[in-house]
């Protein structure tokens, strides 16, 4: 008896989703992705208006001074969606999690100098709260931003500056032995601290920033293009000498994390501006009044970290750095 086995090819009627085709193409496949990131958010059968905000639908165009001809030309380089984020993050956080059983198994914070441990509680340990007001204005942009092709991106980035805000307590945590000494030290110093009182109050300006797109530029994009470098770079540099590569292995998730979420918002910011030049105008004064406000909270901070009158030079380098940053990637000059 024979036995013949036969393969039988059967082509599918389509390729995708009917909304995703009709951007793509018909016959055209399309990548997880895209079918997770177009058209998602609701346009239509909207039964009353926000009683909150009887001004706007539910999702409004008009919330934001930015305006858009399609809200989903915009594309996120790292194709992150939901199943991709969390691959992503698991395989960072497993780094992570290595990274600070080897500096505790190896107690390695012991041989750190004092003088770099205070530095770590005195200027890193209390950013854990402007994290978690990074976290909300994420979450606000997430709330009231318009398309899936931003707000699933913030979504995600709002959810990842609550894993930092929880790292930086962790680093706290690490060097008193988990006493808390440090967290609440770090807490009095954000709340009463002569340095951190500027950066405090830019903090809670940007809490109560009503258009999301002013609130996406001025957080992500201004304040997290002069904040990370100065810490992850500046200060992590001021470090090794008083403590080696320890606390560099410890800060290691912030430091990828950024250079990844900078080729997002770089590019969010590149097809804004090459919507109209009245996208452009509006964020090159958004990015000229937010990087004024931001240079006057960080000033402080940077002295306490690097030393009485450096950190005017410092920060004004990290302004000329995210300038041409953001002529060469998006296009786009600081107003005068």
Known sequence: ?????????????????????????????????????????????????????????????????????????????????????????????????????FVERRNLLDSAKPEGRQLVADVIVPLRHLEYAANLNNCYITGYGYGTAI????????????????????????????????????????????YLQPLRELTEQLLVTKDWFELYVAQNIVLDGLLYPLIYEKVDAALIPHAGSTFSMLMEFQNEWYGENVRWVDATLKTAAGESDENREQLAQWISDWTARCRTALIPLADKALGNGKGEAVIDELINDLQARLEKKAGLALAA
């Open 1 to 101: 008896m024979s036995i013949e086995i036969k393969t039988t090819s059967i082509e599918p009627l389509r390729h995708t989703f009917t909304n995703v085709a009709a951007r793509l193409g018909k016959d055209k496949p399309a990548s997880r992705y895209q079918e997770a990131t177009f058209d998602l958010q609701p346009t239509v059968n909207f039964h009353y208006r926000p009683t909150w905000d009887k001004d706007h639908e539910l999702y409004d165009q008009g919330r934001t001074a930015i305006k858009m001809e399609d809200w989903y030309s915009f594309r996120d380089p790292r194709q992150l969606y939901y199943g991709a984020w969390t691959m992503a993050r698991a395989k960072q956080q497993e780094v992570a999690e290595r990274n600070f059983a």
């Open 151 to 194: 707000t699933q991106a913030t979504s995600f980035n709002a959810i990842d500056r609550l894993g930092i805000a929880q790292y930086l307590t962790r680093l706290g945590l690490l060097l008193d032995g988990n006493s808390a000494e440090v967290l609440d030290a770090g807490k009095q110093a954000w709340l009463e601290a002569d």
